[in-house]
């Protein structure tokens, strides 16, 4: 397969398997490992500011300086509404007060979107890892058109043949197509806007057909079999998240991990309680109180996420890991803990045994 994968001459890759940019839980000496196994090791850098970012990308250079995929949040900026964020305050108020906590007084946007971030911009330019990849859809023309000048490889996860064929106008080189088994935050461009739901077999032959883009499948896939049959469908390789989370280098503290490696791992359910968008988590105590709420009564993303977190901390400080973000996808049970250049050369020998 990789004789005849021009994504992988593009990448500087020598297997067709990627790494998810997991903001939180990917570490750089994860993504190291990762590209010194022969994959494409990714950081997300999302959840900081081009300070941060900086000294993440210094932090895996001091490990290799292979390939690197940098992963930007290109959500809308939020829209504060006091009223509704009021309200979702004291709807928590129980579960912080059941603690011994406080929930906070106000909500604020915790993360900056790229879309607005000149500062991240320039540090991508200034520093200019080999690829950038976007989520919750694109930045401004401006920017896609100088990272490409500066001979950044750009990727961009999409939900739908129909935001698929917006990156692919939009000049970008490959196409993340996220099924809707993923773990983590669903890359849709609009979160209010309908959901097909669509599954990553089907969105990976649709995109493979209909996109004139190399296709990356990214959804429920945790071993070389799932690779094997993502490139069969037309992927030219597969993104694991979930399949890392339990790594050695993983960010993913122990009460996660515990959940991930017990039964729970057969439960994830899809909730925007936790951030204010979309995401799919294992099922715990935080996703249940979101079962009945409407979404027009949770907070913008990443406002909502702000009151998430300080519930989260109140949890750990009494060791109840039960409110944090733990995303994961439907193939969470397939989970193995290992390092995490190891899973990447179990990978490589099960899909060259699936071939």
């Not at 001091?62 to 509404?81: D, I, K």
């Not at 750009?154 to 692919?168: G, N, Y």
């Not at 296709?215 to 690779?227: N, P, Q, S």
Request: aromatic share 6%; proline share 7%.
């Amino acid at each position: 397969m990789a004789n005849n994968n021009p994504l992988l001459d593009l990448l500087g890759i020598r297997l067709p398997i990627i790494q998810a940019p997991m903001a939180g839980v990917s570490s750089p000496a994860m993504a190291a490992a990762v590209t010194e196994a022969g994959a494409l090791g990714s950081i997300g850098v999302g959840a900081t500011d081009a300070i941060g970012a900086g000294a993440m990308i210094a932090a895996v250079r001091e490990r290799s300086n292979g390939p690197l995929n940098v992963n930007v949040f290109c959500h809308q900026p939020a829209t504060p509404n006091r009223v509704v964020e009021a309200a979702w305050i004291e709807r928590l108020r129980p579960e912080f007060e059941a603690l011994g906590a406080t929930p906070p007084p106000a909500l604020s946007e915790i993360y900056r979107s790229f879309v607005e971030d000149d500062d991240m911009l320039s540090l991508l330019l200034d520093v200019r890892p080999p690829v950038v990849s976007f989520h919750f859809g694109l930045p401004r023309e401006a920017a896609i058109r100088a990272l490409r000048d500066s001979g950044i490889v750009l990727l961009a996860s999409v939900t739908s043949l129909a935001e698929a064929r917006v990156v692919a106008a939009a000049g970008i080189h490959a196409i993340i197509a996220q099924g809707w088994e993923a773990g983590g935050h669903r890359g849709v461009f609009d979160p209010d806007a309908p959901d097909d739901q669509i599954g990553i077999m089907a969105l990976t032959r649709l995109l493979s057909r209909e996109i004139g883009r190399p296709v990356i499948a990214a959804g429920g896939i945790m071993d070389g079999a799932g690779i094997a049959a993502a490139l069969k469908l037309g992927a030219s390789a597969g993104q694991l998240g979930t399949a890392f989370i339990a790594t050695d280098e993983s960010l993913a503290d122990a009460g996660y991990r515990a959940v991930l490696l017990s039964d729970a791992a057969n439960h994830t359910v899809m909730t925007r309680v936790i951030s204010g968008r979309p995401a799919r988590s294992l099922a715990n105590r935080f996703t249940a109180l979101g079962v009945e709420v409407p979404a027009d009564h949770v907070p913008a993303y990443p406002i909502a996420y702000d009151l998430g977190k300080a519930l989260h901390a109140a949890g750990k400080a009494k060791a109840e890991f039960g409110y944090g973000a733990q995303w994961a996808g439907q193939g969470a049970p397939l989970v193995r803990p290992m390092p995490a250049a190891q899973l990447v050369a179990t990978l490589a020998a099960e899909l060259e045994r699936a071939f």
